[in-house]
């Protein structure tokens, strides 16, 4: 295998000067690294994708609302179920349960938009904008529900008892 290999290098170097091939390979160096660097360039990232057209069957009508129409919102969660975990000693969940109904009805009163993915304290700050009555009491059960899950603080009744007195007070506000 190293006779055929010299030979060949003999063969080319006779027909091509040393010199002359080592800028030859040097260019075609440059001419693979620059192709490389610069491919995300030429290339597309993602390739057409050929879709089936659709038939009417296959395609639903989409609900339209309309100004005229109320937005559909969601009902709030039932206040009994936080009863339930707290007699079960359950404190913890019972604050959150207590927070999420609160959060439920400000929703329903239209303070604030049923907007999913929002932080407790997000939808406090707006619905204290809306109605200042709120704010306190708002503010204060939600930096006790982050003292209690954010802050891994154990729960135990008189945090319960707190909740319920605080969103007590934001439900007389509304």
Do not use: C, N
């Not at 604030?112 to 708002?138: F, H, I, K, N, Y």
């Amino acid at each position: 295998m190293t006779r055929a290999w010299d030979e060949l290098a003999a063969d080319v170097f006779d027909v091509v000067p040393p010199g002359l091939l080592m800028l030859i390979l040097l260019t075609f160096a440059a001419l693979a690294g620059a192709l490389w660097y610069w491919w995300p360039l030429w290339v597309p990232r993602r390739l057409p994708r050929f879709r089936r057209r659709r038939t009417e069957k296959a395609t639903k009508a989409e609900p339209v609302i309309t100004a005229a129409e109320p937005e559909p919102v969601a009902p709030a969660p039932d206040l009994s179920l936080a009863d339930r975990l707290a007699a079960e000693g359950r404190y913890a969940e019972a604050v959150r349960q207590r927070l999420r109904v609160t959060l439920g009805e400000l929703v329903a009163a239209r303070l604030v938009p049923p907007q999913p993915g929002w932080t407790a304290a997000e939808l406090a700050a707006m619905a204290s904008g809306q109605r200042p009555a709120v704010s306190a009491p708002l503010g204060a059960a939600t930096d006790l529900f982050s003292q209690i899950w954010y802050g891994d603080r154990p729960a135990d009744r008189s945090h319960d008892e707190h909740m319920r007195v605080l969103t007590d007070r934001v439900r007389a506000a509304l």
